[in-house]
Each structure stands twice: as C-alpha cells, then as structure tokens.
C-alpha cells in the first residue's frame, strides 16, 4: 500500500460505493481516507461502512483515515402554493415568519435569527446562488427586499448570507447526535460545517474531548476574516468551495483557496482542496482538461489532500475517478517545477528544538540522499512537523497508537504504520530501518534519518536525529496492532 505521491486523496462513500468490493477497488486505486457524509444516509448506512473501511484495513494490514462530515445547519425557504414561484428583477418580495406556504409576494423564512442579524443592504442569496435579494427594510418579523437577480424559486431551497455573521452554532441537534455516534466508532476526524468564528471550533472541542481530529470547513466568508484563530483551534481544515463559491465571487474563490493552503501550511495543519475537483466524472469516464488543471493546481498549493464528492459517492465511474486522480497528482509531483515551488514556499523553521530538529531532518535527508525519514510519533506531532517541512524523502510515520496512524493518512507525505513501542535509541533505529525495508521504502546499504523524542513514549518532545543504514539482514514484519495498550 505504498504510495509514490504526497498528496492524498480523500474518497467519499455513497450509493455507487458502499459495498467491500468497490471499496478495496478505491483503496487499491489510491484512496487514502474515506469519507462519511451525514447529510445523506442513516446511522445504519454509516455504522456498516465503518465495519467494511476497518475489515479492509485489516486485510491490507494499513491504516486507514476516516472523516465523519456532519451537516451543519441548513438555511432554507419554506414551501410555496404549486410548489414554485417565479420572481422578477426588481420586484419587492418579502421573507417572514409566517409558515403560511408563499407566493410571489412573499415566503417563509425560519430562521428569526437571519431576521435579527441582517441590515438594510444585505444580500440574501437563494438556491445556491441563483437568486439575489437586497434587504431593503428589517422590521421585527420579516424582512423587506428586492429581487436583484431573478428566478424560479422552489420548495426548501438554500439560503446563503454572506454579509453578515449569523448568532447560529456551528452544530445542531442532529449534528451532535450524528457527532457522537461516529465518535463511539473510532472515526478520526470530525468535520465541522458552517464554521464562522474560533467559537465554533472551541464548541465543537469540548464536544469531541480529543477522541478525534477537528477539521474545520471553511466554507463561510466570516471564517475567512478569522482564518489564523480558527485555525489554531483545528487538527485539520478543508477548503469547502461549494458554499464559498456561493457567498464569495468566483474570481474572490482562487484566491481563498491560496490564502488557506499557505496559512495551514505555514502552521504546520493537513489541508484539503474540496468539491468538483472532477465533477464532470458523475456520468463520464473521464475528466474535462479544466478539472484536470484544477487537480493539478492545489497540488502545486502545496495541499495535504485534494477530495472527491459525488464522483465517488454516486457517481458511474468511481473507481475511474480515483485512478486519475492519482495519475493527475503523480505526474504533477514529478515535475521539477512542483518540486521547486515546493521548495520555495516552505516557511520558516518554528522556533522551538522540535521545529529545528525537523528542519535538520530534512536537510540531512537530502544532503546524504537518504531515502526516507522515519519519524516516531505518540500524538502525531513529530510527523507533523517533519511534513511541514515537504521533503523529498518520504515519511515514515511510526507509531505505537492505531489511532494517531490513522489520523495520519491524511497527511502529506507520510506513510503510517502501526510499530511496536521503544525504550532506547539503539531499539527505534533497529526498528525504523526493519519497517523501512518491510514497507518497500529502503534497500540494504541506503540510509534513513531518524527523528524522535527523548525519553521515549513522552509527547512533544522531538528532540532526537539519527542517521542509520538499512541492514543486509532480513527484515522482520511488524504486526498490525489494533489494540497496542
């Protein structure tokens, strides 16, 4: 299960894929994390596609990452008489509280929070965008607008306000339930929608009480102006350009993608580039060249991982989908442009001993060619901060937790394996450079760089380098330990 590319790929499971078979075809093509949508689906659905990733996982004896993506709180209109309305530019329409079904006068709004936050001048944008309003009057129950871009407007479509912040929580009742119910089988990274303030992420924290990784979507034009904060608060973060490209302008939406590729970057957090990477792959076997170049564009980003939705979930050719993504990410990684690039974007050393002992790791690496560095890692730290640093060896996350190995497949360049615990230098090289050739990674005579922590089995405490050359002896499997306790 050895990947040549950095750059992961994120597989979300649906309808065409919830079943063993397509999801060891994903895997095999180059899936490295799964990811559960509980927008759709029952807990049922949910609950039998974890048992199938963790049956797989221990049939490939490699760990796997899996994302429960809650839904976050809907903003929508209410029901109309015969079902839709058509509004035209110019005419005033007005949103209320009354569930009394709309015409082309006015529609329910339930949301008395949209009411109390929005000002005269706001926009209010409806069916992903399709619609515009501008609030022109706000009163106690309703709002006064103007129909600026008009319409069809159906039955419970979307409702999207850039302008403002809205007093919503991030997370509803079926998102805690939801939450909760993924936390109690082992999945390793919650993903938060509808994040507009560090608040939401500090929320949803205590909520998960570390029992795993917060991954923040920014998908919100708010998140953006408090993107450093909230991204100190969060493990992980995604670039979620469905709802960003509704509130953002298109040309506005490139360049946020930029700014939060380079911000994780430079914090050292695992990024993900998401929606219609391929969307045209939904009913064809192959991309469109501008998907293909967008692929290629948040590879040379510098993102973690680059994700697919209903190409995977419910598309015809899911399998496809993943396979040239893979090749699209491969070749780009190949180019002596990327690599450069790369090299040139990499932010500074952090100024503590584990953050120079990564940096040296990568320096030593590519001085003395070394064809992998292993980082040992309790917490997922050490690895963590060696990715940051993009090297052009690959990674060897080592760890004694499943569960921090795990957390790792969505990380760049690292290759996570589950390694028996050490007490002494002389243990972890002898146990680095056996998994470095089990793992396909190293020959007998090349060198490896070795990173960790002393004492051994303390987290974050990187402060340990060591070069070593893989032995002629042969090497020992390691067991895949799914309890290490």
Known sequence: MLRRRKTKIVATLGPASSNAEMMAQLLHAGADVFRLNFSHGSHEDHGRNIELIRELEAKTKHPIGILADVQGPKLRVGRFMGGAVILNPGQTFRLDLNPTPGDSRRATLPHPEIIAAAQIGSHLLLDDGKLKLRVTH?????????VVIGGRLSDRKGVNVPDVVLPIPALTEKDRSDMEFALQRGVEYIGLSFVQRPEDVLEARDLIKGRAWVLSKLEKPQALDNLDEIMRLSDAVMVARGDLGVELP??????????????????????????????????????????????????????????????????????????????????????????????????????????????????????????????????????????????????????PNVETARRLALTWGLHPVVAPVTHSMTETVAVATKIARSEGIAEPGQDIVIVAGMPFGKSGSTNALRVARVSRTNAEEVEFVEDPK
Not at 313 to 331: C, F, K, L, N, S
Not at 343 to 361: C, L
């Open 138 to 146: 706000v009163r106690e129950d309703h709002l006064e607008t103007i």
């Open 250 to 399: 298109p040309e506005e939406v490139p360049l946020a993608q930029k700014r939060i590729v380079m911000t994780a970057r430079q914090m050292g957090k695992p990024v993900i580039v998401a929606t219609q990477m391929l969307e045209s792959m939904i009913s064809a076997p192959t991309p469109t060249r501008a998907e293909a170049s967008d692929v290629a564009t948040a590879v040379f980003d510098g993102a973690d991982a680059v994700m697919l939705s209903a190409e995977t979930a419910a598309g015809q050719y899911p399998v496809e989908a993943v396979t040239i993504m893979d090749r699209i990410v491969a070749r780009v990684e190949k180019d002596d442009g990327w690599r450069g690039l790369t090299d040139r974007r990499r932010p500074d050393p952090e100024k503590s001993t584990s953050g120079a002992i990564a940096a040296a790791a990568r320096q030593v690496a590519q001085t003395i060619d070394a064809v992998a560095i292993a980082a040992l890692t309790n917490s997922a730290s050490t690895a963590l901060r060696v990715a940051r640093e993009r090297p052009t060896s690959p990674i060897l996350g080592l760890t």
